[in-house]
C-alpha cells in the first residue's frame, strides 16, 4: 500500500511538472501569437494610413483601421473593422482604373498611339507609359502653340489683331478663327478689287487686262506697266503734234484768208460748172439710162453719214462696250454715174449710232443704240444705250438712222457755234 502511494505520488508530481512546462510552453505561444497580432494590426494600420495619403485620397481608412480597432483584445470587433480595407482599397483600385481608362480616352481623342488602359494599372509599366503619355500631351501643346503662333503672325500680316493664347482658350478660339478669317477676308477683297480696278483702267485705255490671278501676276503687271508707259509716251506724242499743228494752223490762218477770196472766186466758177453739169445730167438721163446722184460727195456732207456702214467686232458683257470696225481711217464709195467716188469721213466721239441685226433679209431685227466714246484708227469703243450687253452680237450690222443723223448735225452745229 505504501508503495502504490508513493508511485501515485510520483505520478502526481510528474504531472504537476508536465502542467508547468507545458504551461510555460503555451503561454510563450501566446506571447508570439499576441506578438504577431500587433505586427499584422500595425501593417493594417500603416496600410490605411498609406491609403488615405493625409486625406487627399477623400478616404477614412486611418480612422476605420486604427491599432486600438485591430488589438486583439477587440476581437469581437474584428468583423466589422476588416472588411473596411478590402472596401477602402476597392475604391482606390476603382479610382485608379477610372483614371488610366480617362488617361487612355484622352491619348485616343489627341491621337496618340500606344496608350493602353492596362499597361496603366500594371505596376511594372505605368510609369513608362505615364511619362510617354505626358510627353506627348507636350508635343501636342508645342504644336498647338506653334499652330496658334502661326495663325496669330498670318492674322497681323492681314491686318488683324489677334493673340496666339486666344487660339488656345475654349471661350475665345472661335472668336479669334472668325478675326483671322475676316482679315484674310478682306485681303482677298482688296486683291480682287485691285485686279478689277486695274482691269477697267487698262481697258479704258485699250489695253489688254492682266490676269492677276495666277501666280505670274508680276510678270502680267510688268507688261501692262510697259503698255502703259508706252501709252504715255504715245500720249505725250501726240500731245506735240497736236501742239505742233496748232502752231501751224495759227500760221496757216493768215493763208486761209488769203485763200478766201480766191475761194470766193472759184465758187463762183464752180457754181457755172454745176449749171453745165446739171445741164449734161438732163441730157444724158432723158433715156433713163444714167441717173446721176444729187451731189459729188466729198466728207463735208451730210449725206455721208448714209454711206457709214460697219459690224460690231467684240461684245465686253462685264463691263457693256463693244467695238466697232468704223475708225478715222473710215472711207465709203459713192458710184456717181460710171465713176467710183472714194470718199474719206472719219467717225468721231460723240456720236450715236443705231445696230440692227438682219437688214438685208424680210425680217431685219433692231438690237439697240450705242455711244461713240474713242475712236482709233480703224476701230472705235461705244458705250451701250440701253438693253443689255448679251443682246448684242459680233456681227451686227451699225449704221446712222435717219434719228441719228439728226443728232450728229446739231452736235456739229454746236461745235461751229462753241468755236466761233
Known sequence: MRILNRIINILILLAAIAAVVFSYMLFNKRE???????????????????????????????????????????????GQVLPKLKENTEKIV???????????QAATTLAIQGIESKDLKNIASYQDKERAFNSKVQEFRTVRDKVSEGYAGTARLAGGAVSASEFNGPTTYSAAIEKVNAAVQDVVTRRNDYANYVAQLVRTIDIQAPQLSGKDYRQEFAKTLKSVQAYRQEFAETKNQLNSEKSKALRLSSEVETHKKTITAHLASIQTQKNKIEELTNILTKDGSIQLPPILLTGKEPECYKYVKGKIEYVDNDF??????I??????????????????????????????????????????????????????????????????????????????????????????????
Open 320 to 325: 457693256g462696250f463693244v467695238t466697232i470696225d
Open 94 to 104: 476603382t479610382q485608379r482604373n477610372a483614371l488610366a481608362d480617362s488617361v487612355q
Open 32 to 78: 508570439k501569437l499576441v506578438d504577431g497580432w500587433d505586427q499584422m494590426a500595425k501593417a493594417i494600420s500603416a496600410t490605411a494610413k498609406t491609403i488615405d495619403a493625409g486625406g487627399a485620397s477623400g478616404t477614412k481608412a486611418a480612422l476605420e483601421l486604427a491599432d486600438e480597432r485591430l488589438k486583439h483584445t477587440n476581437y469581437d470587433q474584428l
Open 327 to 420: 475708225g478715222r481711217n473710215y472711207t465709203f464709195t459713192q458710184r456717181y454715174g460710171i465713176k467710183d467716188n472714194k470718199v474719206s469721213f472719219p467717225l468721231t466721239p460723240g456720236k450715236i449710232m443705231t445696230v440692227a441685226r438682219g437688214l438685208n433679209t424680210n425680217q431685219p431685227v433692231f438690237v439697240g443704240k450705242v455711244f461713240v466714246t474713242k475712236v482709233d484708227d480703224n476701230s472705235a469703243i461705244c458705250n451701250l444705250m440701253g438693253g443689255k450687253p448679251s443682246d448684242f452680237k459680233v456681227g451686227d450690222t451699225v449704221y446712222f438712222s435717219e434719228d441719228d443723223i439728226s443728232a450728229a448735225l446739231q452736235g456739229n452745229a454746236k461745235q461751229s457755234t462753241a468755236k466761233q
